[in-house]
Structure formats: C-alpha cells, structure tokens
C-alpha cells in the first residue's frame, strides 16, 4: 500500500504552525487545509505528540564532583584569570592606574606645591589602597606575560623590582604615610 | 612592619573574581553538562568537557562582559562536544579500517535509559541521528529550554534561522519517526 503523500507546502508549515508563527494569510490557509484533510490532521496530531516528548526529555543536573574538581584546578592553577589581552598596553594601563593610586595616597608627599588643603579621610585612604592592589595585580600580570614573551625572567624581575616600593607602601601604608 | 590595613597582594581582586567565577559555576554548570550529555550521549565524556570548559571560563573571566557569559559557555561546550564526536568517529573509522569489521555503534545511551518510554528511546535515537546545528537545536530549545535570541548567539544564527531551522530539524524528527508517533 502506498502512502498518499501530503503537499510539501504544508507538511513543511505544520511545526510552524504549532508554535502560532505563521501570517494571517497562511494560517488561515493552512487551518481551511486542515479541516477537510485527514492526512494533514494526522500529520499535525503526530507533529503534537512529538513536541510532548521531546518536552519530557530530562534536562540533566550536573554531578557534584564537577564543581569540586573545577574549584580545585582552579585554585590550584592560577593566581589571577588571565587578562583579556596580555599585551604591552596593560602595563601601561596597569601602571598608569598604579601612578594615580600613588598619587592619591601619597599626594602631600610627590606632588609639588607643599603642604594640601584637605588630608584624605581614612576610608579614601582605604580606597586608594584597595585600588592600588587592584592595579599591581594587573601589573605584575602583565610583567609576568612580557617576560614570558620575552623568553625569561628578566623582564619580570624589572617590572616586580619597580614596583617593589609601592607594594611597601600597599602593605606598610599607614605607618609610612 | 604591620598595619590595621590587612590587604593582600590583589586580594581585592583575587576575592570578586573568585566569587563571581564560584557564582557562575553554581549558575551554569547543570547547563554545560546537561548540553553535554545530550550530545554526547555519555556521562564520563561530559563531564570531562563541562569540566574543561569551567576552567576555560576561569582563564577568560576578565575578558566576558557578563550578559556575554552564557552564550559564550555554551558555544565552547557545543564546539567541545562535536571535536569529541568528529575524534570519535575518526578513532573509530581508523579501528575499523585496521582491524576490520563495521566501526562499534553507540546502541544505547544514558539518555535512552533516562527515556521511560520506547518512543522516549526512539525519539533520542533520532535525535543523535541528526545533523548538525540541528541537533544542537533541538537540545538547546527543546531539552535546555533557551530562548531563541540565546540559541541564535550560541550558534551564530539569527533569530529567523533558529525558528526556520528549528521546525526543519522537528520536521526531520516526526518524518524519521512516522507512525511510532500514532496513539
């Protein structure tokens, strides 16, 4: 026995249809099709069961070691994420935004023109620590990247030597200022 | 000498990623391997990607603006999964040209015994039988419920493709099944 084959214009509109995307003009079409052929009826009550079952296809949970063994690589891996691009222009930045930390927290000492008229609260002073920090991260990530890079050490060893001071002064702060 | 300040080397830093990456984790990771699993049919293997992934998120944190984040994880899982299936089928074409003999077929899957149903059994059959994207469509919609503006950036489609796309790849589904879809 042969199948009577249903028109391709409408076989291939039957999931649309479900999902209500068809055009006025379309659906209204199809929907005069769907009422006096059978073939197209059965075809839009299997397209029907075959959306029930792939919505009781069962979205899985993840094991409990997955997390454990990612926090642990993790963890054990890496310092710091590596940046989003390790070039050249994240030192500058990095160091440019450690200068700026500087010389918020130092600005009475290194800027010229003597004594400010305004000292910085202790939580400004907090802040500027805590951003200082934040900048010698990217720093010394960076220095690390260019020596790597560079193929040794010695570029690493430069970026830490010159910034040794103000990682003094990140964690001796408040006596030094 | 010490100080009441107790900041650590980028330890502010350090801490707000390490929290933000330990939040993602919890958020995602019954996605990926969820994704995983349906693609690859094996627990083991998906686990070992959603784990590969997870790091690779570490690694690229800095870099994803957060509304970028899930989008991003998916495609890696996706391109993941099917670099493990095109490395299967190549192992498993290179067993069967030295060896001899048909390559193995995976006959049965986690996922076929999740299915209580035969049609269940079937049905996850013919969705491992699909092509591509259109089984990462089906997954993705279907199984893992994202929208279609999330499918489109997963895989690069447009929103009118993912619709398109998707009722081909249901069209495909009902056809390869026929009358087991009959009461």
Same mark, same amino acid.
């Given at each position: 026995m042969?199948?009577?084959?249903?028109?391709t214009?409408f076989d291939?509109?039957?999931e649309?249809?479900?999902?209500?995307e068809l055009s006025?003009?379309e659906?209204?079409?199809f929907e005069?099709?769907?009422a006096?052929?059978p073939?197209?009826e059965r075809e839009?009550e299997?397209?029907?069961r075959?959306g029930?079952?792939l919505?009781d296809?069962?979205?899985l949970q993840?094991?409990?070691?997955?997390?454990?063994n990612?926090?642990?690589?993790?963890g054990n891996?890496?310092?710091?994420p590596?940046l989003?691009?390790p070039t050249?222009?994240?030192?500058?930045g990095g160091?440019?935004a450690? %200068? @700026? &930390? *500087?010389m918020?927290?130092?600005?009475?000492?290194?800027?010229?023109?003597?004594?400010?008229?305004? /000292?910085p609260t +202790?939580q400004?002073l907090?802040k500027?620590?805590a951003?200082? %920090? @934040? &900048? *010698?991260?990217y720093?010394?990530?960076a220095g690390d990247m260019a020596?790597r890079?560079?193929g040794? /050490?010695?570029g +690493?060893l430069t970026?830490?030597?010159l910034?040794?001071?103000?990682?003094?002064?990140?964690?001796d702060?408040?006596?030094t200022i | 000498?010490t100080?009441g300040?107790?900041?650590s080397f980028?330890?502010?830093y350090?801490?707000?990623?390490?929290?933000r990456?330990?939040?993602?984790?919890?958020e995602?990771q019954?996605?990926l391997?969820s994704?995983?699993?349906?693609?690859?049919g094996?627990?083991?293997?998906?686990?070992d990607?959603?784990q590969?992934?997870?790091?690779?998120l570490?690694q690229h944190?800095?870099g994803l603006?957060?509304?970028?984040v899930k989008?991003?994880?998916?495609?890696?899982?996706?391109?993941a999964c099917?670099?493990?299936?095109r490395?299967r089928r190549y192992?498993?074409?290179?067993?069967?040209?030295?060896?001899g003999?048909?390559?193995?077929?995976?006959?049965?899957t986690?996922?076929?015994r999740?299915?209580?149903?035969d049609?269940?059994?079937?049905?996850?059959q013919a969705?491992?039988?699909?092509d591509?994207?259109?089984r990462s469509l089906v997954?993705l919609r279907?199984?893992?419920?994202?929208?279609?503006?999330e499918?489109?950036q997963?895989?690069?489609?447009?929103d009118?493709q993912v619709?398109v796309y998707?009722?081909?790849?249901?069209?495909?589904?009902?056809k390869?099944l026929?009358?087991?879809l009959?009461d």
């Amino acid at each position: 026995m042969t199948d009577k084959q249903l028109p391709t214009w409408f076989d291939e509109r039957i999931e649309a249809w479900l999902d209500d995307e068809l055009s006025g003009s379309e659906a209204a079409l199809f929907e005069a099709r769907l009422a006096t052929d059978p073939l197209l009826e059965r075809e839009v009550e299997r397209a029907t069961r075959l959306g029930a079952q792939l919505q009781d296809l069962p979205a899985l949970q993840a094991p409990s070691s997955l997390s454990r063994n990612v926090m642990e690589i993790t963890g054990n891996t890496f310092a710091l994420p590596k940046l989003a691009f390790p070039t050249w222009g994240w030192s500058l930045g990095g160091a440019c935004a450690a %200068a @700026l &930390a *500087l010389m918020v927290t130092l600005g009475p000492g290194v800027l010229p023109g003597g004594e400010p008229e305004l /000292q910085p609260t +202790a939580q400004e002073l907090a802040k500027a620590r805590a951003d200082l %920090a @934040l &900048a *010698l991260g990217y720093v010394d990530q960076a220095g690390d990247m260019a020596a790597r890079q560079l193929g040794g /050490q010695a570029g +690493a060893l430069t970026v830490r030597g010159l910034l040794e001071p103000a990682r003094r002064l990140n964690s001796d702060g408040a006596d030094t200022i | 000498m010490t100080t009441g300040c107790n900041l650590s080397f980028a330890g502010p830093y350090d801490g707000v990623m390490k929290r933000r990456f330990r939040r993602l984790v919890k958020e995602h990771q019954g996605q990926l391997f969820s994704l995983a699993y349906h693609l690859l049919g094996n627990s083991a293997e998906a686990e070992d990607v959603a784990q590969d992934v997870l790091v690779k998120l570490w690694q690229h944190l800095a870099g994803l603006e957060a509304e970028r984040v899930k989008p991003w994880l998916l495609r890696v899982t996706r391109n993941a999964c099917l670099d493990l299936l095109r490395r299967r089928r190549y192992s498993q074409a290179y067993v069967a040209e030295t060896v001899g003999g048909e390559p193995l077929a995976v006959t049965e899957t986690p996922l076929d015994r999740l299915s209580s149903s035969d049609l269940g059994q079937r049905l996850a059959q013919a969705i491992r039988e699909l092509d591509e994207p259109f089984r990462s469509l089906v997954v993705l919609r279907d199984v893992e419920e994202l929208n279609y503006q999330e499918i489109g950036q997963t895989l690069d489609l447009s929103d009118s493709q993912v619709k398109v796309y998707l009722h081909r790849a249901r069209r495909k589904l009902r056809k390869r099944l026929g009358s087991e879809l009959d009461d």
